[in-house]
């Protein structure tokens, strides 16, 4: 166990619809990442943010988004989903904003139908 | 740009039988470099990582690897496999300064009784 925590485990959603991801980072982890893991893409960085503030970008789509609150708790907004957006989400969390070792949780398993 | 490389994609051995998974990356600077486990269903779990000096460094469960900076290889091994250790393995490089880690495409290993 990471201590990193994400909800829900699954989720089936049709195109369209919007979904929110959730992710309690490790106790004392400032920094929140994302990644999406898909059979074409591979593990793939989305986004990242640091004690509140978004720090770095990467593949991540325009109907995306994120953000982390006061609590250090993040969540990742999917909307207009398609059936592409269908893949396994990961969060991670790592102490500070560098590239140390980032700890990740167990996924969101998002299925779009 | 950062890349990484696992050039097998599935490897079966024996139990009892000696591992070794390749990994090699791109990357002008002095990389971190990480290796994550993923078991069927399972977030990713991080057996060692190397950030600087000893270029063996030992893992969790009896895991260790070498960097090795003149063939830009990061090669993860195990004397012994355990039926336990099927899984797919994740090599990912990362970078001072940098957010974001960089995955390889996955090794998945196949352990025979």
């Known amino acids: 166990d990471s201590g990193v925590t994400q909800t829900p485990k699954h989720l089936i959603t049709a195109t369209g619809q919007r979904v929110t991801l959730r992710c309690s980072p490790r106790?004392?982890?400032?920094?929140v990442y994302w990644y999406q893991q898909s059979l074409d893409q591979g593990l793939q960085f989305l986004i990242q943010y640091y004690n509140g503030e978004e720090r770095a970008k990467g593949n991540i789509l325009e109907r995306f988004s994120a953000q982390q609150f006061p609590d250090l708790h993040s969540e990742l907004n999917l909307s207009s989903l398609e059936l592409g957006d269908s893949a396994l989400y990961f969060c991670a969390s790592s102490v500070t904003s560098g590239a140390e070792t980032q700890y990740f949780g167990p996924g969101t398993r998002l299925l779009v139908l | 740009a950062q890349s990484v490389t696992q050039p097998d994609i599935h490897i079966t051995v024996s139990e009892g039988a000696s591992l070794e998974l390749r990994c090699n990356y791109s990357y002008g600077a002095t990389p971190y470099l990480f290796w994550y486990v993923q078991s069927p269903g399972q977030g990713l779990q991080l057996l060692l990582k190397?950030?600087?000096?000893?270029?063996l460094v030992q893992g969790i469960k009896g895991f260790e690897a070498e960097f090795k900076r003149s063939q830009s290889s990061f090669n993860l091994r195990k004397p012994s496999v355990h039926w336990s250790d099927a899984a797919e393995y994740f090599c990912a490089v990362g970078a001072r300064g940098r957010r974001a880690l960089t995955f390889g495409s996955g090794t998945r290993l196949q352990v025979q009784p």
């Open positions: 106790s004392g982890d400032l920094s």
């Open positions: 190397y950030f600087s000096g000893d270029t």
